[in-house]
């Protein structure tokens, strides 16, 4: 079945930082990609999505690019702030229809 | 649009007792699931139906029954609470007819602790 490994944490980088977490995957065929988002007390929000080969997800600053050759999908944004302080997860697509989510990677993004 | 809901939001057991959690969603969605939340472990899914009156095994679904007797809710029952079932509950759900098909929207959660 699907399977995804993700960089572990936690990750702690001062603001204005550049954030890479790494997430690769195995699947059959080409699933959807997915980044959700969990912050302190809450449930998981999507961050960004990919439903195809080299499709780039954005959002709040957020990039990951549906990459097929290395079956990567790595979350990067350029300028960290400590609002994105969070726990966050890589997530193929299984072939139950649900989601095969990684163990998360902390952020801690210090002032 | 109150999304997907979980009730109760906190909860206490002692070994042997029984539970339920439920999860109710305004979005017409046909697919939901039951997943669980252990540090270390990212999320596991529980058990999941992809429509009123079916339901399936995920990958951990021992000590855990479900029913979805209505296309809005989901319930979660544990017959005989174990401590190894202390974990943070989320409920999700999904639609196949939208683009993106394996798209969850998650509940806020329920933290269960059997002692």
């Known amino acids: 079945g699907n399977s995804v490994t993700q960089m572990e944490g936690p990750v702690t980088l001062s603001e204005e930082a550049f954030l890479t977490i790494n997430c690769t995957y195995t699947?059959?065929?080409?699933?959807?990609l997915f980044w959700y988002v969990q912050y302190p007390g809450e449930g998981l929000q999507l961050l960004l999505k990919?439903?195809?080969?080299?499709d780039k997800g954005s959002n709040k600053g957020f990039e990951a690019t549906y990459r097929k050759e290395t079956t990567s999908f790595h979350l990067e944004k350029g300028s960290v702030q400590v609002s994105d302080s969070a726990v966050y997860f890589c997530?193929?697509?299984?072939?139950?229809?649900?989601?095969?989510f990684g163990k998360g990677t902390k952020l801690s993004v210090k002032p | 649009n109150a999304g997907v809901t979980q009730t109760p939001k906190f909860r206490v057991l002692k070994t042997g007792q029984s539970m339920t959690l439920l999860c109710a969603q305004d979005?017409?969605?046909?697919?939901m699931y039951w997943y669980r939340q252990d540090p270390g472990m990212g999320l596991r899914l529980i058990h999941y139906?992809?429509?009123?009156?079916?339901?399936a095994k995920g990958e951990v679904p021992d000590g855990y029954n479900v029913s979805r007797l209505k296309k809005q809710n989901f319930l979660l029952g544990l017959e005989s609470a174990a401590p190894s079932q202390t974990s943070v509950y989320f409920c999700?759900?999904?639609?196949?007819?939208?683009?993106?098909?394996?798209?969850?929207?998650f509940g806020p959660g329920t933290r269960l602790t059997v002692t």
């Open positions: 979005m017409n969605h046909e697919y």
């Open positions: 999700a759900s999904s639609s196949p007819r939208l683009a993106g098909q394996f798209e969850q929207y």
């Open positions: 997530a193929p697509g299984g072939s139950q229809g649900n989601l095969i």
């Open positions: 139906s992809v429509g009123e009156g079916t339901t």
């Open positions: 990919a439903t195809k080969a080299d």
């Open positions: 699947a059959t065929g080409y699933p959807s």
